[in-house]
């Protein structure tokens, strides 16, 4: 039984530009969250998707969006990026149901230059 | 959410000895959980105390909670090199997503 998968593992990007974050639940589990962590922070809750709609959502600017399909799996789009948003980028999912324990990914760590 | 405040931010001890970390909050919890860290890698699971729960064991790990004081302690006992990690705590409640703090940073010692 396959854990939460993420893609790519690293990935560096110049400023400016946009980037897709990819992500796998855990099988049976259709709640993903996104968390950002930069070094030596604990991870930032960015946002969280349920039945492919957003339902919460961290204090994290417009320019992060995500996406939720059909089959749970989700998208982490990040435009025009800023050197801050160098970071490990965490994918979690959990199935359905209040504060149910978090299932991570190993990230994608992204670097901007 | 609420985000729980761990103590200290790093502790070091040599292998065999015990290790204990504290967590704080600041509101009324259902469930408080406990999470590790390697180094560059996701967080892992590690054990879940409801707030009717006082104590929990699972293996070498001990979680206490009280819910009078909003703290929480977890108690790593005959710690191994292998349980070197940064360790968060995330309060649970309502239908609110889990929030960390930055962990409390273990180095064991061989």
């Known amino acids: 039984d396959a854990g939460v998968t993420q893609s790519p593992t690293h990935l560096i990007k110049t400023r400016g530009q946009q980037v897709t974050l990819r992500c796998s639940p855990k099988?049976?589990?259709?709640?993903v969250s996104w968390y950002q962590q930069a070094l030596g922070q604990g991870p930032q809750f960015i946002f969280q998707y349920y039945e492919e709609e957003e339902r919460q959502r961290g204090n994290f600017p417009d320019r992060f969006s995500g996406h939720q399909f059909p089959n749970y799996s989700s998208e982490l789009n990040v435009n025009a990026l800023l050197l801050g948003d160098s970071a490990l980028y965490l994918c979690?999912?959990?199935?359905?149901?209040?504060?149910?324990?978090?299932?991570f990914g190993n990230g994608t760590r992204l670097t901007v230059t | 959410s609420q985000q729980g405040e761990e103590d200290p931010q790093a502790l070091s001890i040599q292998e065999g000895e015990n290790a204990t970390m504290n967590c704080s909050y600041k509101?009324?919890?259902?469930?408080l959980q406990w999470y590790r860290q390697n180094s560059g890698r996701g967080l892992v699971h590690l054990i879940l105390?409801?707030?009717?729960?006082r104590e929990k064991h699972s293996g070498r790990l001990r979680v206490t909670l009280d819910t009078s004081k909003k703290s929480s302690s977890l108690l790593i006992t005959a710690s191994r090199a292998a349980d070197t990690a940064s360790y968060f705590c995330a309060p649970g409640g309502g239908n609110t997503p889990l929030v960390f703090g930055k962990g409390t940073r273990l180095s064991v010692i061989a």
């Open positions: 105390i409801r707030s009717n729960e």
């Open positions: 979690a999912s959990s199935p359905t149901g209040t504060n149910s324990p978090l299932h």
């Open positions: 509101t009324s919890i259902n469930n």
């Open positions: 099988s049976g589990h259709d709640t």
